[in-house]
C-alpha cells in the first residue's frame, strides 16, 4: 500500500484548484492531468473548497490561523 504524506496531499489538492479554478480544465481532465481518479479529484476540490470557506471569515476576511 503507497502511504501519501501530508504534504503531498495538500499539494495535489493545490494543483486541482490551479487546473479547475485557474485552468478551466473539467474533472476529468484534471483527473487525466494529475494521473489520479475523478473521485479523487472530486474529494480534493471539494475538500479545497471548504478550507476556503473556513478561512474567509463571515464578512470575507481571512483569519490569521486560517494555515493552521
Given at each position: 500500500m503507497r502511504r501519501w504524506g501530508r504534504a503531498r496531499v495538500d499539494a495535489r489538492k493545490g494543483q486541482v484548484v490551479e487546473l479547475r479554478f485557474f485552468g478551466g480544465l473539467s474533472v476529468e481532465e484534471?483527473?487525466?492531468?494529475?494521473?489520479?481518479?475523478?473521485?479523487?479529484?472530486?474529494?480534493?476540490?471539494?475538500?479545497?473548497?471548504?478550507?476556503?470557506?473556513?478561512?474567509?471569515?463571515?464578512?470575507?476576511?481571512?483569519?490569521?490561523?486560517?494555515?493552521?
Amino acid at each position: 500500500m503507497r502511504r501519501w504524506g501530508r504534504a503531498r496531499v495538500d499539494a495535489r489538492k493545490g494543483q486541482v484548484v490551479e487546473l479547475r479554478f485557474f485552468g478551466g480544465l473539467s474533472v476529468e481532465e484534471t483527473a487525466q492531468a494529475l494521473h489520479i481518479s475523478e473521485e479523487s479529484v472530486m474529494r480534493d476540490w471539494r475538500l479545497a473548497k471548504l478550507w476556503m470557506l473556513r478561512a474567509l471569515g463571515p464578512g470575507g476576511e481571512v483569519h490569521e490561523n486560517a494555515g493552521a
